[in-house]
């Protein structure tokens, strides 16, 4: 009986000390937003929360989980088949940190129009703000609306990022691009 209190015992220590990790991997340590933190401050900066805004929010969790940070910013581009987008904004990581950035980024394929927009980006798997700064291809035809919020998808390794934008303009097509984000505003986007 002794044998089987002890290994009780021991069973019970390491579900304790594994809770942590696994809290931490499934999103669950605090360090995450939750999706009705990210509808406020979407709402807060978009203007309102509208039933698009919490429906788009609700999709990018449904498909990414809890993101562990965002930016939220304005930018402008144009097309006639290459692209041009320029924006800055604020990076708030979830556990504190908060960094300026800027991104540019280049684009070809059948693209038209210009627009100028805010953006509100859910960031995952962010280490350190300083790992946001580099490029992140994205492919601009995996844009949709979700009432009337235009989100797309951009991936380098393990960071993923989901811009949301809503303004003024038209821009239509399908191309294939990278944003870059930096520290300082770039004016060559390559």
């Keep these: 009986m002794r044998g089987a209190a002890w290994a009780f015992a021991a069973l019970a220590m390491l579900t304790f000390a594994a809770a942590p990790a696994m809290a931490q991997s499934n999103g669950q340590s605090g ?21 698009g805004l919490a429906d788009a929010v609700h999709s990018i969790f449904e498909e990414y989980g809890e993101p562990n940070a965002y930016i939220k910013g304005e930018e402008a581009s144009g097309a006639f088949v290459v692209g041009l987008r320029y924006g800055q904004g604020e990076l708030v990581m979830k556990e504190g940190t908060r ?19 805010k953006v509100f980006t859910l960031v995952y798997n962010l280490p350190d703000g300083e790992t946001i700064y580099r ?56």
């Design 135 to 190: 490029r992140y291809p994205g492919v601009e035809g995996s844009a949709y609306l979700v009432g009337g919020i235009g989100i797309n998808y951009q991936q380098r390794d393990d960071v993923v990022l989901a811009p949301m934008r809503s303004g003024v303009g038209l821009r239509l097509g399908a191309s294939v691009g990278y944003l870059k984000y930096t520290k300082s505003r770039e004016w060559l986007p390559f």
């Design 31 to 51: 360090d995450t937003y939750k999706e009705d933190e990210i509808v406020k401050e979407a709402g807060d900066f978009f203007g309102a929360v509208s039933e």
């Design 99 to 117: 960094k300026k950035v800027f991104w540019q980024g280049p684009s070809a394929g059948w693209d038209f129009g210009g627009n100028a927009v």
